[in-house]
């Protein structure tokens, strides 16, 4: 059975930090294509960024030099972590898992392509 545990959400100021992580099971993890999504109220869901097998890391817009993703594979983790927040990264972050029988590759998909999610921890960023 699949699992994908998402823990470090929370309330900050905006300028704060905080930190995610999403443990992964039930898979092969280092092969995965692994990413974090967001969702605030009336939005759709939106990719913040990914990591794939090789360690290939791509970040939307709005959050890149703010926002790290990194993959612990000894550990099945996946981490990240949000530097100076803003009141617009308010939303729902959900951990996605891409996993195939090769080594998956590109980390930036349409949400339907990734076939394993978290249930989503909230992040709520004030000004």
């Known amino acids: 059975q699949v699992q994908l545990v998402e823990s470090g959400g929370g309330s900050v100021q905006a300028g704060g930090s905080l930190r995610l992580s999403c443990v992964g099971s039930?898979?092969?993890?280092?092969?995965?294509?692994m990413a974090w999504y967001r969702q605030a109220p009336g939005k759709e869901r939106e990719e913040v960024g990914g990591?794939?097998?090789?360690?290939?890391?791509l970040y939307t817009a709005s959050v890149k030099g703010r926002f790290t993703i990194s993959r612990d594979n000894a550990k099945n983790t996946l981490t990240l972590q949000m530097n100076n927040l803003i009141p617009e990264d308010s939303a729902t972050y959900y951990c996605a898992a891409l996993s195939v029988r090769s080594l998956c590759y590109n980390p930036i998909r349409p949400p339907n392509e990734y076939n394993y999610w978290g249930q989503g921890t909230q992040v709520t960023v004030s000004s």
């Open positions: 039930g898979y092969n993890y280092s092969r995965a294509c």
């Open positions: 990591i794939d097998s090789s360690g290939t890391r």
